[in-house]
């Protein structure tokens, strides 16, 4: 589980950062992030539409995945970002290797990783 002062929950928020964030899309994850110096840490949303999948095991799981990922790399990440990572339609379920896989290399290219 991701630390409360470390999630993105309110509406206004998510709105701010789909209105203004630079995108990067990866093969099973879309990336949304903004940089704000105002804020002092980094905060992270994450979005499973009923397009991924109608059942909500499915979804949840995802955002399991995810939050266990984004709390590995918090340490890594510059701070003052807002992250909204959505998951995109997929053929097949990635594993949890591929989701990782996936989110390291967007992060990579959005060149918010210390190191990158």
Not at 27 to 34: A, C, K
Not at 39 to 62: D, E, Q
């Amino acid at each position: 589980m991701l630390p409360n002062q470390n999630r993105l929950r309110r509406r206004e928020d998510f709105a701010k950062v789909y209105a203004n964030g630079d995108r990067y899309r990866g093969t099973y994850l879309n990336l949304r992030i903004l940089f704000d110096s105002n804020i002092p840490l980094t905060r992270i949303g994450i979005v499973v539409s009923k397009k991924v999948s109608k059942l909500a095991v499915t979804r949840n799981r995802f955002k399991r995945q995810l939050r266990a990922i984004f709390r590995q790399l918090l340490s890594q990440l510059r701070c003052g970002l807002q992250i909204v990572v959505t998951v995109t339609t997929v053929q097949s379920k990635p594993s949890y290797q591929e989701l990782w896989d996936d989110l390291k290399n967007l992060l990579a290219r959005a060149k918010v990783l210390h190191g990158s």
